[in-house]
């Protein structure tokens, strides 16, 4: 959740993100929104996914780790900018947590 903030907050122009957390389907699932509108240059898109992606690799390596799945993209709101989502299933998570020393078995 707060590798997914920071880089919302780092991304966007605006001094606002939306921020979504919700457990269904036993997965927790965060959705973050930042006003950082998607390129459409291609060079400067596939520039700026580099700069996301590197932000996110910690995300990307536990939610792995996990059986989950994250990414980011165009935001479905009318107002614009970028989705970025991590879902982590229980089962994945409880078992990462237990391989790490978090959680005893």
Avoid at 9 to 21: G, I, K, N, Q
Avoid at 46 to 61: E, G, K
Avoid at 79 to 84: D, F, H, K, L, Q
Wanted: proline letters at 5%.
């Amino acid at each position: 959740m707060s590798e997914l903030a920071s880089c919302a907050c780092r991304f966007t122009p605006t001094a606002e993100v939306y921020v979504s957390l919700r457990y269904r389907d036993s997965a927790l699932r965060v959705i973050l929104y930042d006003g950082h509108p998607r390129h459409t240059n291609p060079r400067l898109a596939a520039a700026c996914d580099t700069h996301r992606r590197a932000a996110l690799r910690v995300l990307a390596c536990v939610v792995r780790a996990c059986g989950g799945d994250w990414g980011f993209g165009d935001a479905r709101e009318p107002g614009g900018g970028t989705r970025m989502w991590a879902v982590l299933p229980h089962q994945g998570t409880r078992a990462y947590l237990c391989d790490v020393g978090v959680m005893e078995r």
